[in-house]
């Protein structure tokens, strides 16, 4: 059994967990074990990242600004008790504890296509309440980002700098290796944005310019350049990101029989013209079966067929933050990843478990973390960093990652100490070994 305490670090043999009041050791002992484990994982032929809705709190909260609420919603129709009633059913029976929103969505959704077929009058008055609801979702969203763009400059630039050092922590590595696969679960352009202002170089199935269209072929497109002098040899570009947004995105939409990604501003106004009236016909979030059953297959098929690709196959790792666990068909492809032995699971999460979450079951990321873990039985396989301290946008990306850069000039240092008979503890050193 895996021991899930709030402060838990645990990589290969070397195991530690801190209790609630337990002190933890100086922050420079704690990195010197860390540091160059997750360096070492990063460097993973294969490596995949996980981001939920942990980062966006993160980096909101960093702002001094408050993020998306995910809570359950009050549904005022007629048929609103069901609604809730089989979402908290269908939430537990996944494993994830009370109801969200996006749970009573997904209820909400298959109740209304069940009163269509039936004929029944009362889906009327349910779409125009479910269009009303979604409509806000979306507006609540947009408000969390332009929380973010609109924070003082001071929060915002600090903001701004944690979010742009933990994605450069991930996507520096060497051009030579497999690029990192980025995947998320949350609806927002957060992570866009922190790319954009780090200059990384986003790949996704939207094909075009002014009306950019998801293409179901995958193709291995690849970002290259000829280096000046030399002909016929084309160098992989660094910086380069693959990222799959699982549950869909806020300017997706459903247009001329075609996914496209519509114009839509990061923390645009509430009254943009990108905001559909009806996004229950539109909009791609998940869950959402929009007009007919291709349409709520068609897009997500493909998601998940990358995230299955991307982590099951050997020498793959799979690092995950900010994600609670609670979505079983993701926890499917994990297990499955967690079978090749040569895989490895790094779950990073602020777990803010608490004693009322824990009596409903809401939100309670420590329980299902440990029925989760319990159930693969592969604990030498995952690393746990758990915990306020762990999970703390900041102390993670000033502490821990790795240095985000790849520094060509302070590797071949390293590997110079190294066959000197000198021995340097550091980023550099780690990246240099996993390199060679």
Not at 41 to 68: D, I, K, N, R, Y
Request: hydrophobic share 40%; aromatic share 8%.
């Amino acid at each position: 059994m895996i021991d899930l305490c709030p402060h838990v670090f645990k990589a290969g043999a070397r195991t530690g967990s801190y209790g609630e009041q337990a002190a933890l050791p100086p922050v420079s002992d704690l990195r010197s074990a860390i540091e160059p484990w997750l360096t070492s994982v990063f460097q993973s032929e294969h490596l995949s990242v996980l981001l939920g809705s942990g980062l966006p709190l993160a980096v909101s909260t960093s702002a001094g600004c408050e993020g998306l609420s995910m809570a359950p919603l009050e549904w005022g129709t007629e048929v609103g008790t069901s609604i809730v009633a089989h979402a908290d059913q269908s939430a537990r029976q996944m494993g994830r504890g009370g109801a969200n929103v996006e749970d009573q969505f997904r209820s909400a959704l298959q109740l209304r296509a069940g009163l269509d077929v039936a004929g029944d009058a009362r889906a009327v008055a349910l779409s125009t309440e479910i269009d009303a609801k979604l409509s806000d979702f979306l507006k609540g969203i947009l408000r969390a980002e332009r929380a973010i763009a609109e924070a003082t400059e001071e929060r915002r630039q600090f903001a701004e700098s944690l979010l742009v050092s933990f994605l450069l922590s991930f996507a520096s590595r060497a051009a030579t290796r497999e690029r990192l696969n980025l995947f998320t679960t949350n609806y927002d352009r957060l992570i866009e944005r922190g790319c954009d202002l780090a200059g990384l170089h986003l790949i996704d199935r939207f094909v075009g310019q002014l009306e950019p269209v998801f293409r179901a072929s995958r193709l291995s497109v690849d970002l290259h350049y000829n280096p000046p002098g030399i002909r016929g040899e084309p160098r992989y570009l660094e910086g380069v990101v693959r990222i799959s947004k699982l549950h869909g995105s806020l300017d997706w939409r459903w247009e001329k029989s075609e996914l496209r990604r519509c114009a839509l501003p990061f923390g645009a106004p509430e009254n943009h013209p990108a905001i559909p009236a009806a996004p229950s016909e539109s909009v791609i979030i998940y869950p959402n079966p929009a007009k007919d059953f291709e349409t709520l297959e068609y897009p997500y098929a493909e998601l998940f067929r990358d995230f299955a690709a991307a982590t099951c196959r050997p020498n793959a790792a799979l690092v995950t933050y900010g994600y609670g666990f609670g979505d079983d068909h993701i926890n499917r492809v994990i297990r499955d990843m967690l079978t090749i032995p040569s895989t490895h699971l790094v779950v990073i999460s602020w777990d803010r478990t608490n004693p009322a979450a824990q009596a409903d079951g809401r939100n309670a990321t420590r329980l299902r973390l440990k029925t989760f873990f319990e159930s693969v039985g592969r604990p030498a396989q995952v690393s746990l960093l758990l915990g306020s301290h762990f999970g703390d946008l900041e102390a993670l990306a000033s502490d821990y990652l790795p240095k985000p850069a790849i520094d060509s000039i302070s590797i071949r240092r390293a590997r110079l100490l190294l066959n000197r008979g000198e021995h340097e503890r550091g980023p550099a050193a780690a990246q240099g070994e996993t390199d060679e």
